[in-house]
Nanobody
Framework: EVQLVESGGGSVRAGGSLRLSCVASPYTYGPYSMTVIGWFRQAPGKEREGVASVYPGGGGTHYADSVKGRFTISQDNALHTVYLQMDSLKPEDTAMYYC?????????????????WGQGTQVTVSS
């Protein structure tokens, strides 16, 4: 079954760190595939927002301006896993975080281009 599974969410104080993991089934993910893996977040009452993306086949990354310099996306191809290291967390980073996969993603931070989604993991940052 093709799937994405996120983990690593939790509650932290402002300034703290968390690392999210997204494990993809081999069909979805591979170093020679055209799949792009993205991290998105959605806070209550807000639209889903692209946070970061990576193309495991070539390593290209994109970040939202709001997280540049604080978040780092990376991959471990052997484990079929994409990570989102989140440092210097702020209360406004509080949201449900989702990973997603897409095969044709001309705009890597646009949710509409992704066709497979995980269930999400909650991140809560208190002040």
């Amino acid at each position: 079954e093709v799937q994405l599974v996120e983990s690593g969410g939790g509650s932290v104080r402002a300034g703290g760190s968390l690392r999210l993991s997204c494990v993809a089934s081999p069909y979805t993910y591979g170093p020679y595939s055209m799949t792009v893996i993205g991290w998105f977040r959605q806070a209550p009452g807000k639209e889903r927002e692209g946070v970061a993306s990576v193309y495991p086949g070539g390593g290209g990354t994109h970040y939202a301006d709001s997280v540049k310099g604080r978040f780092t996306i990376s991959q471990d191809n052997a484990l079929h896993t994409v990570y989102l290291q989140m440092d210097s967390l702020k209360p406004e980073d509080t949201a449900m975080y989702y990973c997603a996969a897409g095969n044709y993603v001309p705009l890597p931070l646009k949710a509409a281009y992704y066709n497979l989604w995980g269930q999400g993991t909650q991140v809560t940052v208190s002040s």
